[in-house]
């Protein structure tokens, strides 16, 4: 996607949020609109859902006796399971979606009249969240072309009948060309689907979760402000004479209270973000969790270059949320020791006392945690991926 072409930081912002929209709407959810409607599109996307699900359980009863096929064919459960929770979450909680994107757009439209350090701030998260989706973007793509071309490669090298998906369509053998040309499409059109599917559902995701990354920078600006109003405070006693009173109270006052206030509207949205897709991207990181070890359980005894391909996916698709479940931790870092370097010893008692119920407010963070016990992030995926590779070496030597 091409920068947008918008001068301010607001409009950049709501170009971005209709584009995100564009797309989730064409899998039939329309976030930004008032009222969501069903369409053909939306039906169609709840057709393609069923029809992996239906064809998926059939092909995983179906196994004669080989568990091993059974492994194979649900493989792709962990994809179908996270990809309904993305769609079931746009569809559900569409007016909270909604809300949100609406509130960080007011609050685009107020600050990017402040001054330019302000609006410099906002267009730099822009420019973030620009790289956060080219990236996501480019990661998709790579994995969702090798899993559509290698088994057209294969085809063209020695006639291999590799599938796309891991199941069979009763009715289609594979053997003929018909049969394996006709399921190569049907399985064509899902990952299609799915692949624009889980793009467009992170796209959104983003969206809220990187605000939580400019709201911080905006808070360390209006701490930055309050700072240089005190130091000035400091610099005016060494001049005066002891006991005279220092001017500028109200500035102070105004200041402090702007700085607190920001701090509970950044609490409160992290809070809301959290509520809103702390489900949806636990669902993702342990539907990814099962099929990596689906992938190491089946390539035991010999590589399977399908499930191979599928753990790229599904390796990457789990760290897309823990590397911002990183960012976000630092990010929560970063508020505390800002607010710790505040020059409290400058204050009066008073603001002393409001001042110190922010300082531990931020001590205790609204992290995004798995199954309200694991903090999402980079740390936590090894961990799960360690844990993986410890009970398939222990199924291996079972």
Not at 53 to 65: H, L
Not at 107 to 124: F, G, M, Q, V, W
Not at 176 to 188: D, E, R, S, V
Not at 339 to 358: A, C, D, H, P
Request: include cysteine; hydrophobic fraction near 45%.
């Amino acid at each position: 996607m091409s920068n947008p072409v918008s001068t301010t930081p607001a409009n950049r912002f709501c170009d971005l949020a209709k584009y995100i929209n564009s797309l989730t709407d064409l899998l039939g959810v329309d976030i930004l609109a008032p009222v969501l409607k069903f369409n053909y599109r939306t039906w169609t996307t709840i057709f393609a859902i069923i029809n992996f699900t239906v064809f998926t359980i059939y092909s995983i009863v179906d196994n004669g006796g080989d568990w091993l096929v059974s492994l194979k064919a649900g493989l792709m459960i962990g994809g179908v399971t996270h990809g309904t929770a993305k769609f079931l979450t746009c569809i559900v909680r569409q007016k909270d979606m909604r809300s949100l994107t609406l509130f960080t757009q007011d609050i685009y439209d107020e600050y990017e009249k402040r001054n330019p350090s302000y609006s410099s701030t906002l267009d730099a998260n822009i420019d973030r969240l620009l790289r956060f989706m080219k990236g996501i973007g480019y990661g998709y793509m790579v994995t969702n072309f090798l899993m559509v071309f290698t088994p057209l490669a294969m085809f063209a090298y020695n006639d291999s009948r590799m599938t796309v998906l891991m199941y069979e369509i009763p009715g289609l053998p594979i053997q003929k060309n018909f049969g394996y040309f006709l399921t190569f499409l049907i399985h064509l059109l899902t990952i299609c689907v799915r692949g624009f599917g889980f793009y467009a559902g992170d796209l959104f995701v983003m969206l809220g979760l990187t605000q939580i990354l400019t709201f911080s920078d905006i808070l360390k600006l209006k701490i930055k402000e309050l700072n240089s109003v005190l130091k000035l405070k400091e610099e005016k006693r060494a001049l005066l004479p002891v006991g005279e009173q220092i001017g500028g109270e109200e500035d102070r006052q105004r200041l402090l209270i702007e700085m607190i206030k920001w701090h509970q509207l950044f609490t409160d949205y992290c809070q809301r973000v959290n509520n809103l897709y702390n489900p949806l991207i636990t669902t993702q990181v342990l539907a990814m969790a099962y099929e990596i070890l689906a992938t190491f359980c089946i390539n035991l005894n010999g590589l399977h270059v399908p499930s191979a391909i599928n753990f790229l996916l599904a390796a990457y698709c789990m760290s897309v949320y823990c590397v911002m479940g990183t960012q976000i931790e630092f990010s929560y870092d970063e508020v505390y020791e800002n607010i710790f370097n505040v020059s409290w010893y400058e204050l009066s008692g008073e603001q002393r006392k409001i001042f110190g119920m922010t300082l531990r407010e931020s001590q205790s963070p609204h992290n995004i945690k798995l199954l309200g016990v694991w903090s999402l992030s980079v740390r936590t995926a090894l961990q799960i991926i360690k844990l993986i590779y410890s009970a398939s070496m222990l199924m291996k030597r079972g």
